[in-house]
């Protein structure tokens, strides 16, 4: 199958922002708004009005791509979100996920995302973990049924999160459509190397979470200093810097953030300036001395860097 590679020079039509195009031809807005970590909720029988609010506010400042998942219990507040911002949904890119860690009914399971959201369709829908499959049939089996929803477009493009080239490669054997995205960890202390590059041979498109790890739980670290030199010399935050690492990479940027100030910042500072080859590869160079991941600790050795 023929397909464009995703590109970070590629533009929605619709918004006129930068965006990654997918193999399918769908358009994935390259900043996306997170709904895990501090939004995820501990169950989903009680609203929580601070998370639609927050996810409103995120849409009015311009952000576009929303991340959700069934196992952030908010889907409901994601759906409410949307509905009460003054954006037309056909402008905004709303990603759900599959429970990666349980053998689930995938259909069904979709349906109910759907019916929590309040939506007639999402943009994205990606199976969260390779783990709820005790082989490679049950693994294929799953991803046939994520062709089948994709087929009922009710689900605009699928794609997998969390995926090792070893789990995609499983799929690959069997599917007619191919995963247009794999969300992972990614930043400078995780840089998923060979991975990286067997996605970007297989024209899929990356969506980095944890972007801002280097900042947060693992600072101060290596690529700390060189963070802030860029931020003076741009006139932007860490943060920014953080992100733009991965945008100007090419790699689309999940974050998170509950502060208003924060959300209208990124929306205005982001697009004003790019980071050279030069400073993207001394901080992948710094972020190398280190190794650290968030995420998933369970599932691989110490020095595992994949």
């Known amino acids: 199958m023929s397909a464009s590679k995703p590109s970070a020079m590629d533009y929605m039509p619709e918004a006129g922002e930068a965006a990654l195009k997918l193999n399918d031809g769908n358009y994935m807005p390259m900043l996306g708004y997170g709904l895990g970590t501090v939004l995820h909720k501990r169950s989903r029988d009680e609203k929580n009005e601070v998370i639609v609010t927050t996810t ?47 053998k689930r009914d995938v259909k069904a399971e979709f349906e109910s995302s759907l019916s929590r959201l309040g939506l007639d369709y999402v943009d994205l829908y990606l199976v969260h973990a390779p ?14 049924q994520m062709e089948s929803i994709k087929i009922t477009g009710k689900a605009k493009s699928i794609g997998v999160s969390n995926f090792l080239q070893e789990h995609i490669e499983i799929i690959l054997e069997t599917a007619k459509i191919p995963p247009a995205v794999n969300s992972i960890e990614y930043h400078p202390y995780l840089q998923r190397g060979s991975l990286i590059n067997f996605l970007k041979s297989q024209n899929i498109a990356v969506s980095a979470y944890s972007t801002l790890t280097a900042l947060t739980a693992e600072a101060p670290g290596p690529v700390n200093e060189l963070y802030t030199q860029l931020a003076r010399k741009y006139d932007v935050s860490e943060t920014d810097i953080a992100l733009r690492w991965c945008l100007d990479q090419g790699i689309a940027a999940i974050t998170t953030t509950r502060k208003s100030t924060r959300l209208k910042a990124l929306c205005e500072k982001l697009p004003t300036f790019k980071l050279t080859k030069q400073e993207i590869d001394s901080i992948s160079i710094a972020g190398q001395s280190k190794h650290y991941r968030k995420f998933l600790t369970d599932r691989f050795l110490p020095e595992d860097r994949r």
Not at 58 to 81: C, P, S, T, V
Request: overall charge negative.
């Open 131 to 144: 783990y709820m499959a005790d082989n490679a049939k049950d693994l294929q089996h799953v991803w046939s």
């Open 56 to 102: 409103k506010l995120a849409i009015e400042h311009g952000i576009r791509h929303l991340d959700g998942a069934e196992l952030y219990n908010n889907e409901k507040e994601l759906g409410d979100a949307v509905r009460a911002s003054l954006v037309p949904r056909s402008d905004l890119f709303i990603v759900t996920k599959l429970c990666g860690t349980e």
